[in-house]
């Protein structure tokens, strides 16, 4: 769970990246025709705050600009839509943007929060026999390529000793 100062610090970082992306890469005449700003999120995290509190949408409505929020289940499609143009800003973990950038992706970081490592996890069942990261020697994950997900389960396996494979 956030504390509120990790909370309040991220909703200004968002605010702060939603002006840096309108306002900090197109000249000043192009700024003031800014009429609409697309930002993508995901379900969880600072942007679901920051959209229920419209706090970028207060600051941008007295310059007469629209805010439209554009969920995405996942990192790598919020990584392509920022690429391609679809969404001026977004949210997602570590390893998306990372993985965009290795096939091509045009994209900018204007902000990292640091992990506190208590937002991902690997998780069976409880009456599951696996119990450790050793037990999934020779057994199939399932997570989304590309994702964060996608990284934790890579670098698990890999303190663990366990191929990937």
Do not use: C
Request: charge should be positive.
């Amino acid at each position: 769970m956030f504390n509120l100062t990790r909370r309040a610090f991220g909703v200004g970082l968002l605010t702060a990246a939603a002006f840096a992306a309108s306002f900090g890469t197109t000249s000043f005449a192009a700024a003031q025709d800014l009429k609409a700003f697309n930002i993508g999120y995901q379900k969880t995290g600072l942007p679901v705050i920051a959209r229920q509190q419209q706090i970028i949408e207060k600051a941008l409505a007295d310059k007469g600009v629209t805010v439209k929020w554009v969920e995405f289940t996942a990192g790598p499609p919020l990584v392509e839509a920022l690429n391609v143009g679809a969404i001026d800003v977004g949210w997602t973990g570590d390893a998306p943007p990372i993985f965009g950038q290795s096939a091509g992706a045009n994209i900018v970081y204007a902000a990292a929060l640091p992990s506190n490592g208590e937002g991902e996890a690997i998780f069976v069942k409880p009456a599951s026999p696996i119990q450790s990261l050793a037990d999934l020697k020779g057994k199939r994950i399932g997570v989304g390529k590309g994702t964060s997900a996608h990284n934790l389960v890579v670098a698990a396996l890999e303190k663990a000793g366990i191929p990937f494979d």
